[in-house]
């Protein structure tokens, strides 16, 4: 599994930007994906995630500002990010687990796309 982040970039105070992240290559399932981010000097951190089912979930700190979706038919999912503050500033990678086969696992990252929040 190859996963293709983009979308990052540098964003006012209170902006908003839409990251992307695409998987490709030959795999039997994708059940789940997500967000995590790294800020400077700070351990990574899971952002939003959803499953195969649909079900998400949200870091406190991006409750009510994120939102995770996808699109099964693309093996993409997305992250629309509003309201955005410098706490926001960090690198975000892409995450995909499922399966290759019916008892091979992957947990899969992509590389990471940097957002940048500043006046």
């Known amino acids: 599994v190859q996963l293709q982040a983009y979308g990052g970039g540098l964003v006012q105070p209170g902006g908003s930007l839409r990251l992307s992240c695409a998987a490709s290559?030959?795999?039997?399932?994708?059940?789940?994906m997500g967000w995590y981010r790294q800020a400077p000097g700070k351990q990574r951190e899971l952002v939003a995630s959803?499953?195969?089912?649909?079900?998400?979930g949200y870091a406190d700190s991006v409750k009510g500002r994120f939102t995770i979706s996808s699109d099964n038919a693309r093996n993409t999912v997305y992250l629309q990010m509003n309201s955005l503050n410098s706490e926001d500033t960090a690198v975000y990678y892409c995450?995909?687990?499922?399966?290759?086969?019916?008892?091979?696992?992957?947990?899969?990252w992509g590389q990471g796309t940097l957002v940048t929040v500043s006046s």
């Open positions: 290559g030959r795999f039997l399932s994708i059940n789940a």
């Open positions: 959803i499953v195969s089912g649909g079900s998400t």
């Open positions: 995450n995909a687990q499922g399966f290759y086969s019916n008892y091979l696992r992957y947990d899969q």
